[in-house]
């Protein structure tokens, strides 16, 4: 049975509440389950989800490490990640944290001398596809698989674009510039890279990386497509990660800018997401909840009129959109929110830029029931012809087979 290594800066399981999170445990599983591999995962985790860690318990043989294991140990972690956090020179562009890359090339380094040489080492996320020079320094004869939850690059480089100052415009232009560069060089030493749309594909091609190399697949997302979406419901919601600035800046962005204009005074905003910051809470009232973590959304999507997601930053796929788009409820969204969903304006979606397009937008959708409900159909008809996880899945499962003949094949010929 072929070996393969996975690594990963963030701890897969089941109650994982980020978006890339879900996709990571769902694909490292599912290559388990097919019996067709012996996987090994080396990650690191937060200390409040340790309780939460479920590898053992699927018989998956795993290295996880704490990145804070005690108080002490909290603080070096803080003074040992400022260097990568804040420097505008750090090699890794500011996105890996020195004490990840620490533990990580830690642990992989008493892989080899435990476990023998891996045939496939997949690396999840961009933070580990920067350390293949480290892995091939290790395992020189190692197929290399780079699964891009995004590609990083273009979200600091949304970051860099929207800079309200010349300082943070020049600290920001660096460390795009570094990323895009130590990005893009690793990527072109993978053996295989798996995005999760076309666009990315594309973005990538564009920096000359070979297309034989570039496979898509539908990212994971929780199917909410039971829901029965009701157009005479007037709430508007927003869903994601609210520790995330781009996430919460856009809910600050909609409630100063769009809510105002909405005549309905009974239409509410209501954000969800776990982990809210301060600076989004002081914004509740009777016309704005903050709900923090909710354990099933599903009774939101059918309560609501809509989803309303005015993305400032981000870049990649977005799985709030879809897994909305799953249970019917209408969207309305910009560039950035749609972006690798192959959606058309005014039928699956309602495209807005302005305050203006979504004020009316959510005017259009409470005076006319009968295209909300439409739009909720296409939606759903949309998801289901694009997005299949499980096709993803066995496409994941072909290309780890592929890699592994051509090694067998390229190991012959040199002998």
Same mark, same amino acid.
């Given at each position: 049975?072929?070996?393969?290594?996975?690594?990963?800066?963030?701890?897969?399981?089941?109650?994982?509440?980020?978006?890339?999170?879900?996709?990571?445990?769902?694909?490292?599983?599912?290559?388990?389950?097919?019996?067709?591999?012996?996987?090994?995962?080396?990650?690191?985790?937060?200390?409040?989800?340790?309780?939460?860690?479920?590898?053992?318990?699927?018989?998956?043989?795993?290295?996880?490490?704490?990145?804070?294991?005690?108080?002490?140990?909290?603080?070096?972690?803080?003074?040992?990640?400022?260097?990568?956090?804040?420097?505008?020179?750090?090699?890794?562009?500011?996105?890996?944290?020195?004490?990840?890359?620490?533990?990580?090339?830690?642990?992989?380094?008493?892989?080899?001398?435990?476990?023998?040489?891996?045939?496939?080492?997949?690396?999840?996320?961009?933070?580990?596809?920067?350390?293949?020079?480290?892995?091939?320094?290790?395992?020189?004869?190692?197929?290399?698989?780079?699964?891009?939850?995004?590609?990083?690059?273009?979200?600091?480089?949304?970051?860099?674009?929207?800079?309200?100052?010349?300082?943070?415009?020049?600290?920001?232009?660096?460390?795009?510039?570094?990323?895009?560069?130590?990005?893009?060089?690793?990527?072109?030493?993978?053996?295989?890279?798996?995005?999760? #749309?076309?666009?990315? $594909?594309?973005? =990538? @091609?564009?920096?000359?990386?070979?297309?034989? %190399? &570039?496979? +898509? !697949?539908?990212?994971?997302?929780?199917?909410?497509?039971?829901?029965?979406?009701?157009?005479?419901?007037?709430?508007?919601?927003?869903?994601?990660?609210?520790?995330?600035?781009?996430?919460?800046?856009?809910?600050?962005?909609?409630?100063?800018?769009?809510?105002?204009?909405?005549?309905?005074?009974?239409?509410?905003?209501?954000?969800?997401?776990?982990?809210?910051?301060?600076?989004?809470?002081?914004?509740?009232?009777?016309?704005?909840?903050?709900?923090?973590?909710?354990?099933?959304?599903?009774?939101?999507?059918?309560? #609501?009129?809509?989803? $309303?997601?005015? =993305? @400032?930053?981000?870049?990649?796929?977005?799985? %709030? &959109?879809? +897994? !909305?788009?799953?249970?019917?409820?209408?969207?309305?969204?910009?560039?950035?929110?749609?972006?690798?969903?192959?959606?058309?304006?005014?039928?699956?979606?309602?495209?807005?830029?302005?305050?203006?397009?979504?004020?009316?937008?959510?005017?259009?959708?409470?005076?006319?029931?009968?295209?909300?409900?439409?739009?909720?159909?296409?939606?759903?008809?949309?998801?289901?012809?694009?997005?299949?996880?499980?096709?993803?899945?066995?496409?994941?499962?072909?290309?780890?087979?592929?890699?592994?003949?051509?090694?067998?094949?390229?190991?012959?010929?040199?002998?």
């Amino acid at each position: 049975m072929k070996k393969i290594l996975w690594v990963s800066p963030f701890a897969p399981y089941d109650r994982v509440p980020h978006a890339g999170g879900k996709a990571e445990n769902y694909f490292l599983k599912g290559v388990h389950s097919s019996k067709r591999f012996h996987l090994d995962v080396i990650t690191c985790y937060r200390h409040r989800e340790k309780a939460d860690l479920d590898l053992d318990e699927y018989g998956i043989p795993n290295r996880q490490m704490d990145l804070e294991p005690n108080k002490a140990m909290l603080v070096l972690k803080k003074l040992a990640n400022a260097e990568s956090a804040l420097n505008p020179w750090n090699r890794n562009g500011c996105i890996l944290q020195n004490r990840t890359e620490y533990l990580l090339k830690k642990a992989l380094k008493k892989y080899l001398p435990q476990n023998g040489r891996p045939d496939i080492v997949v690396l999840e996320w961009t933070e580990t596809v920067l350390l293949h020079k480290y892995i091939k320094k290790l395992f020189p004869d190692a197929k290399i698989l780079a699964i891009e939850e995004d590609v990083s690059f273009l979200g600091y480089q949304r970051r860099f674009e929207k800079a309200g100052n010349a300082f943070s415009k020049w600290v920001l232009g660096r460390k795009y510039r570094t990323l895009k560069r130590i990005e893009t060089e690793a990527l072109r030493h993978a053996d295989k890279i798996m995005v999760y #749309s076309h666009k990315d $594909a594309g973005l =990538l @091609l564009e920096q000359h990386i070979p297309g034989k %190399k &570039i496979f +898509e !697949a539908s990212t994971y997302f929780d199917d909410f497509s039971k829901c029965r979406y009701r157009s005479q419901n007037k709430d508007i919601i927003f869903y994601g990660a609210m520790s995330r600035f781009e996430n919460y800046l856009s809910a600050i962005w909609f409630i100063e800018n769009v809510l105002p204009m909405i005549k309905d005074k009974e239409c509410r905003f209501i954000v969800i997401g776990a982990n809210p910051p301060e600076r989004l809470l002081k914004y509740r009232s009777e016309r704005v909840q903050v709900l923090g973590f909710v354990e099933d959304v599903s009774e939101y999507f059918e309560a #609501s009129l809509c989803l $309303a997601a005015p =993305l @400032l930053l981000g870049a990649g796929i977005k799985v %709030k &959109i879809l +897994e !909305a788009m799953s249970a019917g409820l209408p969207i309305l969204t910009n560039d950035i929110g749609i972006e690798g969903i192959p959606a058309k304006t005014n039928k699956e979606y309602l495209h807005c830029e302005t305050p203006e397009d979504y004020a009316g937008g959510i005017e259009k959708l409470l005076s006319d029931r009968s295209f909300a409900d439409e739009m909720a159909k296409n939606s759903k008809e949309l998801l289901a012809k694009n997005f299949n996880k499980k096709e993803s899945l066995e496409k994941l499962i072909f290309e780890l087979g592929n890699m592994c003949s051509r090694r067998e094949r390229g190991r012959m010929s040199d002998g």
